[in-house]
């Protein structure tokens, strides 16, 4: 017993989330794409972490390392106007480039948190997509 309990004691091992951004509008601002670790961190929108990356091609590619094994779902916005926020229009519509983790979709409003999340393992390497959509 007290072999696993030195053993559980040791560093974690951590796992990796890859995505790749497509559809994204070369030369136009800037990617956000945010990574939470659960539904109540998306709506207090306290992402785990985050990237602004420049949108210099249609597709592009961020990597989340050293995760503990968990579910993580990605939401990513082409920031078009360079303001640091989504822009929405008529009843909080984005009205930028923006999808989710897994490519997911919703009906009338987001997806929720089960819809886009990855499962990452406590080692090796998760992906997934996100198609940005106006």
Do not use: C, W
């Amino acid at each position: 017993m007290a072999l696993l309990a030195l053993a559980a004691a040791g560093p974690a091992a951590a796992g990796e989330l890859r995505a790749t951004v497509r559809n994204v509008k070369p030369n136009q601002g800037k990617v956000m794409v945010a990574l939470f670790d659960s539904a109540e961190a998306q709506k207090a929108k306290a992402p785990r972490a985050g990237y602004f990356v420049a949108a210099l091609g249609p597709e592009l590619q961020v990597v989340f390392p050293d995760l503990p094994a968990g579910r993580y779902g990605l939401i990513a916005f082409q920031d078009l106007d360079n303001n640091g926020e989504l822009a929405t229009g008529l009843f909080g519509i984005p009205a930028e480039p923006h999808g989710f983790s897994r490519s997911a979709r919703g009906s009338f409003g987001p997806p929720g948190f089960d819809d886009y999340a990855v499962a990452v393992g406590a080692s090796g390497v998760a992906t997934t997509e996100i198609k940005l959509v106006e």
